[in-house]
């Protein structure tokens, strides 16, 4: 069975660092993209970017390049999503899904979601 | 970045009746074209990839269409598990980007 299974949700205070992970299990890790949408509270889905844990290519939204960093370790099968200096408009839900393999570049399975809030 | 835009905003359908949704692409895509459903406090589900094409589980009810720049989800006979949120996502390129939603209540 695919799973994506995300890290616990987070409180933080602005200018704090924060890295959120996420763990496949269940199928190739190496052959798949991983990315991660941002929603913010009572908003749509945002795609924020991608990585392929093969080789770590990754690309950006340029919407968040720069604000975030994706990374993946296929030796945990974890994704992870990285900030260094938090804002309180990074106070969102994150999900990390799972880009099928061949076709048409879907997403087919999600995490449950890491609520991250930020607030002094 | 290819902007995807989705109508209308809020659609208000019976039980019953058939509901469709739209969603137009800035540019072509192709059929590289999904849907989502997303109920509150859960993930978004995989609904159709490939602009036509049912996601495993999917019930017969929901079908979708279109090519290039326009695109519609329709659904038959909806059920009271079907109101929610929809989103639309072209999937040929980079960046991926979503729809902005199309929210289903009951009317």
């Known amino acids: 069975e695919v799973q994506l299974v995300q890290s616990g949700a987070e409180v933080k205070k602005p200018g704090e660092s924060l890295k959120i992970s996420c763990e496949g299990s269940g199928y190739s890790f190496t052959t798949h993209w991983i990315g991660w949408v941002r929603q913010m509270p009572g908003k749509g889905l945002e795609w924020m970017g991608i990585i392929y844990p093969g080789d770590s290519d990754t690309r950006y939204s340029p919407s968040f390049q720069g604000h975030v960093t994706i990374s993946a370790d296929k030796s945990f099968r974890t994704a992870s999503l990285e900030w260094s200096s938090l804002k309180a408009s990074d106070t969102a839900m994150y999900y990390c899904?799972?880009?099928?393999?061949?076709?048409?570049?879907?997403?087919?399975?999600w995490g449950q979601g890491t609520l991250v809030t930020v607030s002094s | 970045e290819i902007v995807m835009t989705q109508s209308p905003a809020t659609l208000s359908v019976s039980p019953g009746e058939r509901a469709t949704l739209s969603c137009r692409a800035s540019q072509s895509v192709g059929s590289d074209l999904a849907w989502y459903q997303q109920k509150p406090g859960q993930a978004p589900r995989l609904l159709m990839y490939g602009a036509s094409t049912r996601a495993t589980g999917i019930p017969a009810r929901f079908s979708g269409s279109g090519s290039g720049t326009e695109f519609t989800l329709t659904i038959s006979s909806l059920q009271s598990e079907d109101f929610a949120v929809y989103y639309c996502?072209?999937?040929?390129?980079?960046?991926?980007?979503f729809g902005q939603g199309t929210k289903l209540e009951i009317k």
């Open positions: 899904a799972r880009q099928v393999a061949t076709g048409h570049g879907n997403f087919d399975y």
């Open positions: 996502q072209q999937c040929g390129n980079w960046p991926r980007t």
